[in-house]
């Protein structure tokens, strides 16, 4: 899950060689980890991080999270809130860098995807890159998640219910790992197909699900869908008020 490897994975050979130890032959072990990085004027950069850890102990893939969390992950407008005393909750005064956005990761073994870190998955219409002709579609999502702050309450399954929700609406499977739960395999239409509960041990083997045959509406339009499908029926609801109203008279 996230954050499920501490440090910086990918500058620690000898703990990368133990972790690409359990990869199988053609394929990789997917981790949440810390990634190091420069930024402008070569300045050290932190990112919140998925690495895909080959066989041969090389780093296969990578994703850098975008969608921070403010105060948690990083202090915005850090340069006036500050001198305030203004902190972060987490652990840590530096903060972390956002990734590029929504992206389609080649990982050897695997179908095409689209990772997601923790409440990444709550954006509706942002959890893959938009469908282009002649590019290929990511083929599920993966959602990995830290939500053992959450404790025993609602949230673990108010974000579960989002993540579901977007398997509906961009047409895709997911895969949901969660250190405390709720991990799940969940079809392109919502439905949950395997599932381990919140603060439940096990694992799930599964194979991946396929996704529908074509890129959704929504994932084509994005929030333009609802909207088009909210004015429709409030025409066809007006429509039909006045052919009532007609009839009475």
Not at 160 to 178: H, I, M, S
Request: aromatic share 10%; hydrophobic share 45%.
């Amino acid at each position: 899950p996230e954050a499920a490897v501490p440090f910086f994975l990918e500058l620690d050979g000898i703990r990368r060689v133990a972790v690409a130890e359990l990869a199988p032959a053609v394929g990789a072990v997917i981790t949440g980890s810390l990634r190091a990085g420069l930024g402008h004027g070569k300045q050290p950069r932190a990112y919140n991080s998925l690495l895909a850890i080959d066989r041969a102990a090389g780093i296969a893939a990578q994703y850098d999270k975008h969608h921070l969390v403010p105060f948690g992950e990083y202090i915005p407008y850090r340069e006036w809130l500050k001198p305030l005393g203004l902190e972060k909750i987490a652990g840590g005064t530096a903060d972390y860098s956002k990734g590029p956005g929504p992206r389609t990761v080649r990982v050897p073994g695997l179908p095409l995807m689209s990772p997601l870190i923790c409440y990444e998955v709550i954006f509706s219409g942002q959890v893959a890159p938009k469908p282009v002709p002649g590019t290929p579609r990511p083929e599920w999502l993966l959602n990995l998640t830290n939500d053992g702050w959450f404790g025993q309450s609602t949230g673990p399954y108010q974000h579960f219910a989002a993540a579901r929700l977007r398997a509906v609406e961009e047409g895709l499977p997911l895969v949901r790992a969660a250190n405390t739960g709720i991990s799940a395999f969940i079809d392109p239409f919502g439905r949950v197909v395997q599932k381990l509960g919140l603060g439940e041990r096990g694992v799930l083997d599964g194979a991946l699900l396929k996704p529908i045959a074509t890129a959704t509406l929504f994932s084509r339009y994005g929030q333009w869908t609802p909207l088009f499908l909210a004015l429709l029926a409030g025409l066809i609801g007006r429509f039909a008020a006045y052919k009532h109203s007609a009839r009475a008279r």
